[in-house]
């Protein structure tokens, strides 16, 4: 019995390597679990994926499933076939915020794990984000914007693409660590979001730096401070909310590829590398940094712990503030 035991493990240990030695043998499906065009995390995936396809010499063909603030594609993902011929675009909002949030609206998610059910590849990239206010706010920084929510609680809003998102969430973290109070403003879009912030209709937002650097430039929105550990390269003289005085404001969104659980270790070892081969290319760095993100490339472990340690750190302050899905 043992010895057919050991046996079927090397048959099946086999038939991984081979399958792997011989992938793709056909096209690859990739879900984007969001809108086309509608953010840096489209244009970043879609950018990997065609680079991507050259590298493995088969078509990716990109599957929206938009919903649930990402979670409906990511889920979709995770209940797919471990094979290798269907990946996923993920992002800290799709695989780590929204299962947790949709869990505490009492409906249990969306029946998927995105640690047990989802396996990393590998990060490739990351958007910072940035705190901006209308010029009509008279702060010129973080801590001229504490003191004057202080002096005037509830008073004043802030902007984002919808309940739940990380632009929301990253600004119930600012009110958590500072203690201020200010007003949640949901829209249905960034877009919308973003133009009303531009008429002064609401006050300020934390958003993808990408989506607002032009009208920080034109002088239509004046930047307090960068949410990440670095500088960004799109706005270098812009301090980071460290620098500030603030260092529990770190936020930024990961971009990476994710397969469902269980994909052989051989296909996902050379998806990886592929990846890394294109982010470490001169060519992807400059189109990177163009869109207002940075390279960011990441193993699979690494990738791993980091989803596991957003996700802590996010479900925390969904339940600090008693954020509920729409």
Request: aromatic share 6%; charged share 15%.
């Amino acid at each position: 019995m043992l010895k057919a035991a050991f046996s079927t493990v090397l048959m099946s240990a086999a038939f991984n390597l081979a399958a792997a030695q011989s992938y793709p043998v056909k096209p690859i499906r990739l879900i984007f679990p969001l809108n086309p065009g509608s953010s840096s995390n489209d244009i970043l995936g879609r950018a990997l994926a065609q680079r991507l396809s050259d590298a493995l010499g088969q078509s990716l063909v990109a599957d929206y499933r938009p919903g649930a603030a990402g979670a409906l594609g990511a889920g979709i993902a995770a209940k797919s076939a471990p094979d290798g011929y269907t990946l996923l675009i993920g992002y800290t909002s799709s695989i780590m915020i929204s299962p947790t949030l949709l869990a505490s609206g009492g409906g249990g998610g969306m029946g998927f794990n995105p640690v047990t059910d989802l396996a990393p590849i590998s990060r490739f990239a990351v958007v910072p984000y940035i705190a901006v206010v209308h010029p009509s706010v008279p702060a010129t920084d973080l801590a001229s914007l504490v003191a004057l929510a202080k002096r005037r609680p509830g008073q004043l809003n802030f902007a984002s693409a919808g309940t739940g998102g990380l632009p929301h969430l990253a600004a119930e973290l600012f009110k958590l660590s500072t203690g201020i109070d200010i007003v949640h403003v949901p829209y249905r879009s960034a877009a919308t979001a973003h133009t009303d912030l531009l008429g002064g209709h609401v006050q300020m937002e934390f958003t993808g730096i990408s989506g607002v650097a032009p009208s920080i430039k034109a002088g239509r929105l004046r930047a307090l401070a960068v949410t990440t550990a670095r500088r960004s390269a799109l706005l270098p003289d812009v301090v980071t909310a460290g620098e500030a005085g603030f260092p529990a404001l770190d936020v930024s969104s990961s971009l990476g590829l994710l397969a469902p659980a269980n994909t052989p270790s051989p296909v996902v070892r050379r998806l990886h590398d592929e990846i890394a081969n294109i982010v470490n290319s001169a060519d992807m760095k400059s189109f990177i940094l163009r869109q207002g993100a940075e390279p960011a490339l990441m193993d699979t472990a690494g990738f791993d712990a980091h989803i596991k340690a957003e996700i802590s750190k996010w479900a925390r302050v969904i339940k600090a503030t008693g954020v509920k899905p729409d």
